[in-house]
Nanobody, 117 residues
Framework: QVQLVESGGGLVQPGGSLRLSCAASGSIFRLNVMGWYRQAPGKQRELVATITSGGSTNYADSVKGRFTISRDGAKNTVSLQMNSLKPEDTAVYYC???????????WGQGTQVTVSS
């Protein structure tokens, strides 16, 4: 089993910054993909950014140039630095870990990000 715990959400004004963190614990496969997804009210959950255990990254077009995903393999953590935040970034942000070998997926409980003046 894998447990994911997110932190760092909150309320920020447009143009501001926030940093989300996710700590993974438990039986973590060496080859995995960690990422951030978000779900706004009335909308489907969508990909924000992912990063493989090898460091390859992928971003949604809507966040390219504003968000940066990173990970610390030794600590099994993944972070999302969010700059130039917009009201449309308001959502619950979820951390995800996908094990490459087994296809298993694990999700965190979510953290609220609100961008508003």
């Amino acid at each position: 089993q894998v447990q994911l715990v997110e932190s760092g959400g909150g309320l920020v004004q447009p143009g501001g910054s926030l940093r989300l963190s996710c700590a993974a614990s438990g039986s973590i496969f060496r080859l995995n993909v960690m990422g951030w997804y978000r779900q706004a009210p009335g909308k489907q959950r969508e990909l924000v950014a992912t990063i493989t255990s090898g460091g390859s990254t992928n971003y949604a077009d809507s966040v390219k140039g504003r968000f940066t995903i990173s990970r610390d393999g030794a600590k099994n953590t993944v972070s999302l630095q969010m700059n130039s935040l917009k009201p449309e970034d308001t959502a619950v942000y979820y951390c995800r870990l996908a094990a490459v070998a087994t296809g298993e997926n694990y999700w965190g409980q979510g953290t609220q990000v609100t961008v508003s003046s």
